[in-house]
C-alpha cells in the first residue's frame, strides 16, 4: 500500500495528469493500493473508488466516491462540494458560506465536532458524537441529522440530464 498525501496539489495541471496516470499505471502493473489523501474534489472523483471525508480527526461520511459526491449525506461534505468551483461556465452558482469559526482541532467541540457550524443542529448534536453507522448504498454516516436533498444538482445531472461515469480505481480520503 502506498500513502499519498496531497501528491498532485502542488502540480501544474498537466504536470498533475502525467503523475495521475504513472499512479494509475502503478495500481495496474504492481496490484498496488492507495491512501489517497487530497482536498481536490476532481482529482478525487477521477482516482479514488472510495471517499472518507473527515472533519477535525474524525471520519462524517465514506462510500463509493461518486455516490458520495452526487448525493452527499452530511451537511459538511454537502458544504464541501457545494464549495468545489464546477467546470461548466453554464452553471454559475453563489458558493455557500458556513457560518461561524473553524474550531481548534487541539480542543474541538464535545458532541459532533461539526455542531457550531451546522445549520441543523440540535442539543443533542452538542452533547453526543453520533457513532459511524452503515447507511444504505454500502456508506459510512456520522450525522443525526443527514440531509435528505443535495444543496446544488449532482454535476452530471445539471449539464447533461445523466450522471457523468469517472475511472475510479482506489481508496481516498479528504
Known amino acids: 500500500m502506498i500513502v499519498a498525501d496531497e501528491p498532485v496539489s502542488a502540480l501544474d495541471v498537466s504536470v498533475q495528469a502525467q503523475v495521475l496516470r504513472l499512479l494509475e499505471s502503478l495500481l495496474d502493473r504492481r496490484g498496488l493500493s492507495f491512501l489517497f489523501v487530497s482536498h481536490d474534489l476532481g482529482v478525487i472523483r477521477h482516482f479514488c473508488d472510495r471517499l472518507a471525508v473527515m472533519y477535525l480527526g474524525r471520519i462524517i461520511e465514506e462510500g463509493p466516491t461518486a455516490r458520495v459526491l452526487d448525493q452527499p449525506m452530511h451537511p459538511y461534505t454537502g458544504l464541501l462540494r457545494d464549495s468545489s ?7 454559475r452558482l453563489a458558493l455557500p458560506r458556513i457560518v461561524g469559526e473553524i474550531p481548534s482541532p487541539a480542543a474541538p467541540p ?10 441543523w443542529a440540535e442539543p443533542t448534536c452538542r452533547k453526543e458524537a453520533p457513532a459511524l453507522i452503515d447507511v444504505p448504498g454500502n456508506r459510512l454516516l456520522a450525522c443525526s441529522h443527514p440531509l435528505k436533498e443535495p444543496v446544488r ?6 449539464a447533461a ?3 457523468q461515469v469517472y475511472p475510479t480505481t482506489t481508496r481516498g480520503i479528504v
Not at 110 to 119: A, N
Not at 153 to 158: E, K, S, T, V
Open 85 to 91: 468551483p464546477v467546470p461548466d461556465p453554464k452553471m
Open 161 to 163: 440530464g445523466s450522471s
Open 153 to 158: 444538482p449532482a454535476l452530471g445531472d445539471a
Open 110 to 119: 464535545t458532541g459532533c465536532h461539526f455542531h457550531p457550524r451546522c445549520s
